[in-house]
């Protein structure tokens, strides 16, 4: 967390984005302010994503980055009730779409004594909270709370990024503070071109030549001198010129250690790379090619040094930073200081004080690591484990799974189903809020970790199945913001991969179009990448019935019907799939009207098939228990390819129903432990014995009991749904010769063990 700290208030000043390279989306008096300082913030609504431009009243929501903030992200003593005209945080319209607001730092948080306040941190909203001010990548908005015996301090205000790409004549202007009246001086490669005394510096720079510029703001008090500086180029005429080799989109490594970049983003201006192979500078020598047809921007960077890792991002009219879509690797500032070495051995360090937003990561070495078919259990013998590392292991690491192996095979587990593990937004979640979906999340782990654990699962006999979301994308994937409309706060209308308003009532995040040639380019990719690299054996699609672009908009019961497109969309997947390995497994999650459903089956298809009511009904003790839909045969498919399931993880855990509201008798309650468990057994021996592939949620076997809605506090709500829940590895080793109040089991209690 200290280090955290130290690079936060080291580099906040290029942390607060805006949508020009010029301006700022707040300013706060005084410019270095302290926790017990009475502060005035003013918020320009034209800046930012521009959302709130023209709109008032506008409301702060207001929150602090203390020492108690678990990562970069995790605000303290948040001020504001979101969706209402609170009065607490009305700001004052001043004209010109710019609002402000005063308050006492410690005295308006009310921040407790102990707790150092690190930065203060917002989003600005209108009443009802329907329009919402940022950053203009869609983020919070930062700015740094200083010590209390801070002495002399300088900051730039005025441009806000360490690095710009500027034209020829432009005014670039340069605003620098000083916590002290100083000697201030704004230098040009060295040159001292302009010189002021004060504590307020403020100059125009007319941007002329081709070379590169280091512009450094120099403070001189007394013996104390204090320099920040900045870096920009001139942009060059856009060369057009087609690759010497056909390159996928993406990183390409050719002949050992020569590396292409290439990025899909027609209808941009210029593009520039940006990383470790530039000093994280906007040179113009890395301004990359534009192909001939105007859709691919592309640049060869040879000679990188062998077996070597390099940072780099795509910097897109010169304001858009992102990732490499392709990125397999992915630095992250917010949440990257969450993962512990023991997770993540060696983990590559976001690069803090260069460069905002994402940033990819990779090793210059041969992409030589394609992984062998591994022969398969049959689609008919499946018995897949669905877990979340997270709540399975306290380490939460593909090592550790790697280790428990031995417990799934004696369980009779051919098959695993990992949540998604590719990159999400954050580290604590479920995962079905992707923004890379090629990369690994560092939070379960490394490449070479994840490889292990899919070799040792095979040379087992266990067959790995990743949890993947192609339904949409959220906010921070290069696909939103490379095409995003900051004023709606959706992508824009020519993006060439996303919705820019979903076509059904059920989207989360936003919404792919899987008509468009790009959103299937993309989809493919990624699977072949898993597929190939590390010898995946099959995936299962979340939101499967989102695959269209028939708009079924208010009209719920419409999603479900039969629809053709959608079929033929996920059979050109499918297709995809089996031309790299034919026995490769295709799950969907679709819940669709079974005329669909029965037609995907009869493609190879294999349909999610929930049953949690029926098996729920019978555990409790109550009338619904018809358990006959989990067969194949029931539904009028010709082919077993239902993979029945007692619980998911999207559905209320069976002993919580059972031991909170199953069925009372004399002398025979369900809510007793062990009669509890005895319901979980009974519903078992009928579901095991039906024919077909089933699967399992994690620690289902153990008669898990935690409510899917469980808090951290220890209570229960819907706004829990997707926090941690209690690992209880303890009730499979629950001691049957003294009383475990863990178990909540008494000397003569059995172990938990159900279902197996």
């Known amino acids: 967390m200290q280090k955290f700290i130290y690079s936060l208030l080291l580099v906040l000043w290029i942390l607060m984005p805006a949508s020009s390279l010029f301006s700022q989306v707040v300013e706060v008096l005084p410019v270095f302010p302290k926790v017990t300082d009475n502060v005035t913030i003013t918020f320009n609504a034209t800046e930012g994503n521009g959302a709130l431009t023209g709109i008032s009243p506008v409301y702060a929501h207001a929150g602090l980055i203390t020492s108690a903030s678990t990562n970069p992200s995790d605000w303290k003593y948040v001020q504001g009730t979101w969706g209402t005209a609170d009065p607490k945080v009305l700001m004052t319209n001043l004209g010109n779409n710019k609002h402000s607001i005063s308050y006492n730092i410690k005295d308006f948080y009310g921040v407790p004594e102990g707790e150092t306040v690190e930065s203060l941190a917002f989003v600005f909203r209108n009443a009802t909270g329907s329009a919402v001010g940022r950053a203009s990548d869609g983020g919070d908005i930062f700015y740094p709370v200083y010590p209390a015996d801070v002495a002399f301090q300088s900051l730039i205000l005025t441009p806000q990024l360490a690095s710009l790409a500027l034209f020829e004549n432009d005014v670039l202007p340069v605003k620098g503070a000083t916590s002290q009246n100083a000697d201030l001086y704004i230098k040009d490669n060295g040159v001292t071109i302009y010189h002021t005394y004060g504590n307020l510096i403020e100059y125009n720079i007319t941007v002329l030549g081709t070379e590169s510029h280091e512009i450094c703001f120099q403070a001189i008090r007394s013996a104390d001198t204090l320099e920040q500086c900045f870096y920009y180029s001139v942009v060059q005429e856009v060369v057009v010129e087609d690759p010497p080799v056909a390159l996928e989109d993406g990183l390409t490594i050719l002949n050992g250690n020569d590396c292409y970049f290439q990025l899909y983003a027609p209808g941009k201006s210029y593009v520039h790379l940006n990383g470790d192979m530039t000093n994280w500078q906007l040179r113009s020598d890395f301004q990359l090619k534009r192909t001939v047809d105007g859709n691919r921007w592309w640049i060869a960077v040879p000679d990188l040094d062998l077996g070597s890792r390099y940072g780099y991002q795509y910097v897109v009219d010169g304001t858009i930073r992102i990732g490499d879509p392709y990125s397999t690797l992915i630095l992250d500032p917010f949440n990257d200081g969450a993962i512990t070495e023991e997770t993540y051995p060696d983990m590559p360090e976001y690069p803090y004080g260069l460069t905002t937003g994402m940033v990819?990561?990779?090793?210059?070495?041969?992409?030589?690591?394609?992984?062998?078919?591994?022969?398969?259990?049959?689609?008919?013998?499946?018995?897949?484990?669905?877990?979340?590392?997270?709540?399975?292991?306290?380490?939460?690491?593909?090592?550790?799974?790697?280790?428990?192996?031995?417990?799934?095979?004696?369980?009779?587990?051919?098959?695993?189903?990992?949540?998604?593990?590719?990159?999400?937004?954050?580290?604590?979640?479920?995962?079905?809020?992707?923004?890379?979906?090629?990369?690994?999340?560092?939070?379960?782990?490394?490449?070479?970790?994840?490889?292990?654990?899919?070799?040792?699962?095979?040379?087992?006999?266990?067959?790995?199945?990743?949890?993947?979301?192609?339904?949409?994308?959220?906010?921070?994937s290069p696909l939103a913001q490379l095409y995003w409309d900051g004023a709606q706060n959706r992508p824009s209308a020519n993006n060439p991969w996303l919705n820019p308003v979903a076509k059904h009532d059920f989207n989360v995040g936003y919404d792919f179009n899987h008509e468009s040639a790009q959103t299937k380019y993309f989809v493919k990719r990624v699977l072949s990448w898993w597929m190939k690299t590390y010898g995946v054996d099959g995936f299962r699609f979340d939101l499967s019935k989102g695959f269209t672009q028939n708009n079924t908009l208010g009209n719920t019961a419409a999603w479900g019907h039969f629809d053709q497109s959608r079929i033929n969309i996920l059979q050109d997947y499918a297709n995809h799939i089996w031309s790299i390995d034919p026995d490769a497994y295709l799950i969907l999650e679709h819940f669709a009207d079974n005329d669909e459903e029965t037609e995907l089956s009869s493609r190879g298809m294999m349909i999610w098939g929930n049953m949690t009511t029926q098996y729920g009904q019978g555990a409790k003790g109550y009338g619904g228990s018809d358990f006959s839909n989990t067969w194949y045969v029931q539904r009028g498919w010709a082919d077993p390819h239902l993979v029945g399931y007692m619980e998911s993880h999207d559905e209320e855990r069976l002993m919580y129903k059972n031991l909170s509201a199953g069925n009372m008798?004399?002398?025979?309650?369900?809510?007793?432990?062990?009669?509890?468990?005895?319901?979980?057994?009974?519903?078992?021996?009928?579901?095991?014995?039906?024919?077909?592939?089933?699967?399992?949620?994690?620690?289902?076997?153990?008669?898990?009991?935690?409510?899917?809605?469980?808090?951290?506090?220890?209570?229960?709500?819907?706004?829990?749904?997707?926090?941690?829940?209690?690992?209880?590895?303890?009730?499979?080793?629950?001691?049957?010769?003294?009383?475990?109040?863990?178990?909540?089991?008494?000397?003569n209690t059995p172990a938990r063990t159900t279902s197996f």
């Open 360 to 476: 990819s990561s990779f090793v210059v070495e041969p992409r030589d690591h394609y992984a062998s078919l591994s022969p398969k259990p049959a689609k008919t013998d499946l018995i897949i484990y669905e877990l979340l590392l997270r709540d399975f292991l306290a380490a939460h690491s593909f090592s550790e799974l790697q280790d428990t192996l031995d417990y799934l095979q004696r369980l009779g587990v051919n098959a695993i189903e990992l949540m998604p593990v590719q990159e999400f937004e954050g580290n604590q979640g479920w995962g079905y809020n992707p923004d890379y979906h090629m990369a690994l999340d560092k939070y379960y782990g490394s490449a070479d970790a994840f490889r292990s654990l899919i070799e040792e699962c095979h040379s087992r006999g266990i067959a790995v199945i990743l949890d993947v979301v192609y339904n949409h994308a959220f906010g921070q």
């Open 665 to 747: 008798a004399p002398g025979y309650n369900i809510r007793d432990l062990d009669v509890a468990l005895g319901r979980i057994e009974l519903v078992s021996a009928f579901f095991y014995l039906i024919p077909g592939p089933k699967m399992i949620w994690e620690f289902g076997e153990l008669g898990y009991d935690y409510s899917i809605n469980y808090c951290t506090d220890g209570t229960v709500s819907t706004n829990c749904r997707l926090d941690a829940k209690t690992v209880r590895w303890d009730y499979k080793k629950c001691a049957t010769s003294s009383k475990d109040l863990r178990c909540g089991q008494s000397a």
